[in-house]
């Protein structure tokens, strides 16, 4: 990845990524990975596959942004159950996301793992690897890391 002190998310770069490696079905679901519970949809704040279907007002797992249906072409348009606009959210989660990824290592194990995590995954993404299931393994340890903690959304991680 990038060095730390240059930070800057590629969240286009994993949006596009994801959308030309792990293709779509009309219904807006995912049809490309066999398990029910690893189909997944780009979210449109992180960029990572955490939405089991666009615009249904699922919850991002990573960033925990409702998925009300507003994308690129309404980013300046306010959510409604976000109380805020997309691009406030995608700004939020960016500065959250650089705030660990530049942390440097502390007596917190969760931020220590989380950055590790997040690194190897960027890194996968960067590197352009196909290895689907190698994606979302990484994806789901990072989801699990933030589930099992409560953690509900990556900037609360400093909200302490």
């Not at 969240?11 to 990524?17: A, E, L, P, S, T």
Request: contains cysteine; charged residues 35%.
């Amino acid at each position: 990845m990038k060095e730390q002190q240059n930070y800057s998310d590629n969240f286009y770069q994993r949006r596009d990524f994801f959308q030309k490696n792990f293709t779509l079905k009309i219904s807006r679901q995912r049809t490309d990975v066999k398990s029910e519970d690893i189909l997944k949809n780009s979210c449109p704040v992180c960029g990572y596959l955490t939405l089991d279907e666009r615009d249904s007002f699922d919850i991002c797992s990573i960033c925990f942004w409702e998925d009300d249906g507003i994308d690129d072409f309404e980013v300046n348009n306010d959510s409604g159950p976000n109380h805020m606009t997309l691009k406030e959210g995608r700004e939020i989660f960016q500065e959250a996301k650089k705030r660990l990824l530049t942390a440097t290592l502390s007596d917190d194990s969760l931020i220590d793992n989380l950055k590790n995590k997040f690194i190897n995954l960027d890194n996968s993404i960067d590197q352009k690897n196909l290895d689907k299931s190698e994606i979302i393994r990484l994806q789901n340890e990072i989801v699990d890391l933030l589930t099992k903690n409560k953690v509900n959304g990556l900037e609360k991680l400093f909200n302490k």
